[in-house]
């Protein structure tokens, strides 16, 4: 909201451009894009922590101990300085020039129409032209788009492997219950979905976006739609659980289409069926690393006691 990004690819640059609502100190201005970086990696971070937490739940629970207590600071401290680095590389790996300068003017004069007062830029300048008008790779920037690169391709090989390992490793442990095998069933397609949805989204975007300048792909305005897809994402994620997963996508149906047309048919039946899914999805997500299978049956688990259950998740 306070950086309003636009993303554009002219020649041999790729720019994230800041249009500013406040007129800020040179340093301020150079700040905040380079927060924005900083988030955008910690996004990249969390995404993996998140798969590799599942992986361990699942298929190494005798190791979920080191998802708790003070080690959640270690993972704290890994993730921080990962996105930590990126930041500092948009910060001081490419800086703005004169050549970069009067890149920029023509970029926002022609393609956005904007103030050149009230826009700032970093720079990825993948080459620099020489008098004799020979290209040369920008050593600096190079350096810069290579920490990007092992960060983006950190996240993705965790994310990838620790996906595909928990979706086999749960399929191998299908519970015994007709309800169970098929609740489990969603929850493979639910993680398989939203490990393609990333890639889509986020991964496979990003890292066209900065392949772009070095095979001379001028996007210009049109690299902005990684600006789209990087807001999107995190709000259609969870939709992916909400409507794969039966109960939770009948319940949204019935308060939210139905309700008013159903409200008398809504049967004690269905209502327990929607309890025990609840309570079966808590304790494949939470209670399975402790027990490393499923033993009870969905119609026992309708007299657990939700609160309980809350608690200890």
Same mark, same amino acid.
């Given at each position: 909201?306070?950086?309003?990004?636009?993303?554009?690819?002219?020649?041999?640059?790729? &720019?994230? #451009?800041?249009?500013?609502?406040?007129?800020?100190?040179?340093?301020?201005?150079?700040?905040?894009?380079?927060?924005?970086? &900083?988030?955008?990696?910690?996004?990249?971070?969390? /995404?993996?922590?998140?798969?590799?937490?599942?992986?361990?739940?699942?298929?190494?629970?005798?190791?979920?101990?080191?998802?708790?207590?003070?080690?959640?600071?270690?993972?704290?401290?890994?993730?921080?300085?990962?996105?930590?680095?990126?930041?500092?590389?948009?910060?001081?790996?490419?800086?703005?020039?004169?050549?970069?300068?009067?890149?920029?003017?023509?970029?926002?004069?022609?393609?956005?129409?904007? %103030?050149?007062?009230?826009?700032?830029?970093?720079?990825?300048?993948?080459? %620099?032209?020489?008098?004799?008008?020979?290209?040369?790779?920008?050593?600096?920037?190079?350096?810069?788009?290579?920490?990007?690169?092992?960060?983006?391709?950190?996240?993705?090989?965790?994310?990838?492997?620790?996906?595909?390992?928990?979706?086999?490793?749960?399929?191998?442990?299908?519970?015994?219950?007709?309800?169970?095998?098929? /609740?489990?069933?969603?929850?493979?397609?639910?993680?398989?979905?939203?490990?393609?949805?990333?890639? #889509?989204?986020?991964?496979?975007?990003?890292?066209?976006?900065?392949?772009?300048?070095?095979?001379?792909?001028?996007?210009?305005?049109?690299?902005?739609?990684?600006?789209?897809?990087?807001?999107?994402?995190?709000?259609?994620?969870?939709?992916?659980?909400?409507?794969? #997963?039966?109960?939770?996508?009948?319940?949204?149906?019935?308060?939210?289409?139905?309700?008013?047309?159903?409200?008398?048919?809504?049967?004690?039946?269905?209502?327990?069926?929607?309890?025990?899914?609840?309570?079966?999805?808590?304790? #494949?997500?939470?209670?399975?690393?402790?027990?490393?299978?499923?033993?009870?049956?969905?119609?026992?688990?309708?007299?657990?006691?939700?609160?309980?259950?809350?608690?200890?998740?």
């Amino acid at each position: 909201m306070i950086l309003r990004p636009l993303i554009h690819i002219y020649d041999d640059t790729l &720019w994230l #451009i800041q249009r500013k609502r406040f007129d800020l100190s040179p340093g301020l201005t150079r700040l905040i894009p380079t927060m924005y970086c &900083w988030c955008y990696a910690m996004s990249f971070c969390l /995404f993996a922590l998140q798969f590799l937490y599942r992986y361990v739940a699942v298929c190494k629970p005798h190791l979920v101990v080191f998802f708790t207590g003070y080690y959640f600071f270690y993972w704290l401290a890994l993730i921080l300085s990962l996105a930590t680095s990126w930041g500092l590389a948009a910060a001081f790996m490419f800086p703005q020039t004169n050549r970069t300068t009067e890149s920029f003017l023509y970029v926002i004069n022609s393609s956005y129409d904007l %103030d050149p007062y009230w826009t700032s830029y970093v720079a990825y300048k993948y080459f %620099d032209t020489d008098e004799n008008r020979v290209r040369h790779v920008n050593i600096l920037s190079f350096f810069g788009v290579l920490q990007h690169g092992l960060v983006i391709s950190l996240s993705f090989g965790t994310l990838f492997y620790c996906g595909i390992k928990t979706y086999l490793n749960i399929k191998e442990h299908v519970g015994m219950s007709t309800k169970t095998r098929s /609740f489990q069933l969603q929850l493979f397609r639910a993680l398989v979905v939203q490990t393609c949805l990333s890639m #889509i989204m986020m991964y496979i975007p990003i890292g066209f976006m900065f392949s772009c300048p070095y095979f001379d792909l001028q996007l210009g305005a049109v690299t902005n739609y990684q600006t789209v897809m990087a807001q999107l994402y995190p709000g259609i994620d969870p939709f992916v659980v909400l409507l794969i #997963i039966d109960s939770y996508r009948k319940t949204i149906l019935y308060f939210f289409v139905f309700r008013s047309e159903t409200t008398k048919n809504f049967s004690c039946l269905e209502c327990t069926d929607l309890r025990c899914s609840i309570v079966l999805f808590f304790e #494949i997500i939470f209670l399975f690393p402790r027990q490393n299978t499923i033993t009870r049956e969905p119609q026992h688990l309708v007299n657990l006691d939700f609160d309980e259950i809350f608690r200890i998740c």
